[in-house]
């Protein structure tokens, strides 16, 4: 998964221990983050799933997310010859930007759209001359926009194409650099300039996926100059709800729940938690809302294309709003720590769908929660047929550690000089009620269908949207509908393989995230 998501993480329950000293210290004057890695050393060196690789004698004088870096595996995130990452991550910001933080409580540091990398060939620079091997063009296509945000004040839609940030386009050699901009920060206000176009379609092109093997046709474009436009954006802090669409489909026979779900977030981090499983959130309340609304539906058609993922129990209440009632109280997900495992049991929901199969609109930049929801909800004997493309492969998830948690009056947190650190480390594995856990390569789709070669996006629910329509099609005569992309007649002596992977951002920044539960 790679969609650019600017997300605010939310503080969270911590498990925390006490900073030691070593005489390992030297070759910083950072002294704020050197308490802090004595802390996250800590931390880690318990919590931590590849816990026995990390170094017993590291150099704490590092800036904090150079020395966290240390410590991880190999095996942490994926790292091969088209992409290299960890799924561990660790963030600072001032304790008085976190205070805004804490008084917006789910509130959001956002531009207001979210965006996936697409890709074409460009008629002027690299078909029209024949045979080349250039690299196709690389866009970042904008996949919705959060009404009254900055970007829909801005008029940006769905299907605007980005292909300039900065004044600058993006490279074959890399454009990390250029995607972070596109970020709002965590906890403070940003802005960015980047322009858009529209994109002309002339014709597909026959390609080949470079890992796969696999025979695309990739669209051969031209830019149009009169519809670019340069944008600038300040972002601010919203609601983002992760639930952005969601509506009931008449459709022969059949009455079909379509819902867009955009992230597992229980909208606010401040709630108490009964038992186990139940929580309580803005979202939630959203979620159960939307299902009240689904009672009598014969299908759902749940759209996690653009999800990274998002809290553990925000997923098992999914889950449970989808299972029959049959299912309650047996176990949905075991989460395997270094020292311990926790099964979470389906709870009782009122206003459960109750339904045996389900359709997931699903792609490389579903991640984390969303493969899990897929992969526990068949280990429980629900039919669940994805449309769209291969997953992430992401079955491990993380604990959130933070120092905001920290007694105030602890002499680390006085160390610290006024600066919040919040780590999140992978911490465990992801396994189903029969003890299976899915392939890091990720979920193969029933039905393939590669968005990130599309030139014109339909509206989200539009029943002739490529991936929805294929839902529907399968819903009401049992096969899924085609792409629509006949293969070119236009002869072409050779065409650049396609790298789909190379689509992607720099890593998922969003993760499973488990919070323990504060009892009554």
């Not at 959060?146 to 454009?175: C, N, Q, V, W």
């Not at 299972?323 to 395997?336: C, H, I, K, R, W």
Request: charged fraction near 20%.
């Amino acid at each position: 998964m790679y969609l650019k998501k600017p997300l605010c993480f939310i503080a969270a329950l911590v498990l925390f221990f006490g900073a030691c000293t070593t005489d390992n210290d030297a070759g910083t004057d950072n002294k704020e983050d050197q308490n802090a890695n004595h802390w996250i050393y800590d931390s880690m060196k318990i919590h931590y799933l590849w816990n026995d690789e990390m170094p017993s004698n590291p150099s704490f004088g590092k800036d904090y997310d150079v020395f966290f870096e240390s410590l991880l595996s190999d095996k942490d995130g994926k790292h091969t010859d088209l992409v290299d990452y960890y799924y561990s991550y660790i963030y600072k910001y001032a304790n008085s930007t976190a205070s805004t933080r804490a008084e917006e409580d789910y509130y959001k540091s956002t531009y207001g759209f979210d965006y996936i990398l697409t890709q074409s060939y460009l008629y002027d620079e690299e078909i029209s001359t024949g045979i080349t091997d250039e690299y196709p063009k690389i866009y970042a296509t904008i996949v919705y926009v959060t009404p009254g945000s900055p970007a829909d004040s801005a008029r940006l839609t769905r299907g605007d194409h980005i292909y300039k940030i900065g004044g600058r386009e993006f490279s074959r050699d890399g454009y990390g650099s250029l995607l972070a901009q596109l970020t709002a920060p965590i906890a403070s206000s940003s802005s960015v300039s980047f322009t858009v176009c529209d994109l002309e379609f002339i014709r597909w092109i026959p390609s080949v996926l470079v890992d796969t093997g696999e025979q695309v046709n990739v669209a051969l474009v031209s830019r149009d100059s009169e519809s670019e436009r340069t944008v600038t954006l300040t972002s601010t802090f919203m609601d983002q709800s992760p639930i952005y669409h969601y509506s009931v489909i008449e459709t022969g026979a059949h009455r079909v729940g379509y819902l867009v779900y955009n992230e597992f977030d229980s909208g606010g981090s401040r709630y108490t938690v009964s038992g186990e499983t139940a929580v309580q959130g803005v979202y939630h309340s959203e979620l159960r809302s939307v299902f009240q609304q689904f009672s009598g539906i014969t299908d759902l058609v749940l759209d996690l294309r653009y999800n990274p993922g998002g809290e553990v129990q925000n997923c098992l209440l999914l889950a449970s709003l989808i299972a029959p009632p049959s299912l309650t109280g047996q176990v949905f997900q075991t989460m395997e720590f270094n020292a311990r495992t926790r099964s979470l049991t389906y709870p009782s929901e009122p206003y459960s769908i109750s339904l045996r199969r389900i359709y997931v609109l699903a792609s490389s930049y579903s991640a984390s929660a969303s493969e899990a929801l897929m992969h526990c909800l068949r280990g429980s004997g629900i039919e669940v047929y994805h449309i769209g493309s291969t997953t992430e492969g992401k079955n491990v998830g993380s604990t959130v550690f933070t120092t905001d948690d920290l007694n105030p009056d602890s002499q680390l947190v006085q160390n610290l000089g006024g600066l919040t650190y919040t780590a999140y480390p992978i911490t465990f594995r992801i396994y189903d009620a029969q003890g299976e856990t899915y392939s890091p390569d990720g979920l193969v789709p029933d039905y393939t269908i590669y968005e990130e070669f599309e030139v014109d996006f339909l509206p989200l629910g539009n029943r002739e949207e490529p991936l929805l329509k294929a839902a529907l099609n399968h819903i009401t005569t049992g096969n899924a509908a085609p792409a629509g992309r006949a293969a070119s007649t236009t002869s072409v002596d050779a065409v650049p393989a396609v790298p789909p992977r190379m689509l992607r951002n720099s890593k998922p920044d969003k993760g499973y995230i488990y919070k323990e539960p504060v009892k009554k």
